[in-house]
């Protein structure tokens, strides 16, 4: 058990929905980044959060957003859902340049 | 671009044989490596770190790799693999100083496939 907490595990939601993910970090860690892993393009750095302000963009789509809240927590917002968004998100938080990942929430869109 | 190259796809082998898994990255600066596990359908483990130092680093369940900063490699080894490695290994890198809040890149990872 990393610490990281991440629900839900699994979400299946039809073409052009909303889902949020919700990711808790490890007690005192400020730095929250979220993965996306799928079958073709491998693990990919989505967007990282610092105490609360955004602090880098990776490869995440103009549909996606997410915010880091005063308790730490990070929810990843999800739009106009496409059968390619089909993957498992992984957030991950760190300390002393480690990174601990959370269990990941599968999602599924039909 | 910054990339990290994993050379076997599927690895296959018999219990007691000997692992060696390459990495290589695309980065001239400084960088943290890092081998990261995932059993099946468990989340990423992290196996080893290389920060600074001895490029030979020790990681958990018998793993190490090596640091070859000429060669822009991070190689993962076990002597002995046992039937419970079964899983795949992602090696990754950021920039920057021991201690970086950056994000990680991740090759495409190596399955494991350890035969009773």
Redesign the interface.
Known sequence: D?GVTQTPKHLITATGQRVTLRCSPRSGDL?V?W?QQSLDQ????LI?Y?NGEE??K?NILERFSAQQFPDLHSELNLSSLELGDSALY?C?S?R?????????TRLTVT | AQSVSQHNHHVILSEAASLELGCNYSYGGTVNLFWYVQYPGQHLQLLLKYFSGDPLVKGIKGFEAEFIKSKFSFNLRKPSVQWSDTAEYFCAVNRGQRGSQGNLIFGKGTKLSVKP
Do not use: H
């Open positions: 990393s730095s980044y993965y491998g693990l990919q750095f990282q610092y602090r880098a990776g992984f991950a760190s002393g340049g480690e990174q601990y990942f959370g269990p990941g």
